[in-house]
């Protein structure tokens, strides 16, 4: 059974950092590429970073590039989200979530390439 959990959200304010951690079990960690998204109430759930395996290749959306970085440590099966200089509009729920397909980082931007997510941790900004 796949298990994803994710940890490391809570209220900060705007302009300081935040990380988030994802530990995965049951599947191979280091051979599924692994996202994360974010959500907030009404709107889908959105790309926000992805690293492949071995964590050479790394794509992020644009709002968040320069400030977010996403790493993964395979020997502890975890996967990180840095996030710094917050803003409010990066308040969300945070999800972590692993590849359907091992060995490929392609259509890493898309949730639906994605099989298994975490509960979520809610990220919550203030000025």
């Known amino acids: 059974q796949v298990q994803l959990v994710e940890s490391g959200g809570g209220l900060v304010q705007a302009g300081t950092s935040l990380r988030l951690s994802c530990i995965v079990s049951?599947?191979?960690?280091?051979?599924?590429?692994m996202g994360w998204f974010r959500q907030t109430p009404g709107k889908e759930r959105e790309f926000v970073a992805a690293?492949?395996?071995?964590?050479?290749?790394?794509k992020y959306t644009d709002s968040v590039k320069g400030r977010f970085t996403i790493s993964r440590d395979n020997s502890k099966n975890t996967v990180y989200l840095q996030m710094n200089t917050l803003k409010l509009e990066d308040t969300a729920v945070y999800y972590c979530a692993i590849k359907q397909t091992p060995g490929i980082f392609a259509n890493s931007d898309n949730a639906q390439a994605y099989d298994y997510w975490g509960q979520g941790t809610q990220v919550t900004v203030s000025s």
């Open positions: 049951g599947r191979t960690f280091s051979y599924y590429a």
């Open positions: 690293i492949s395996g071995l964590g050479s290749s790394t």
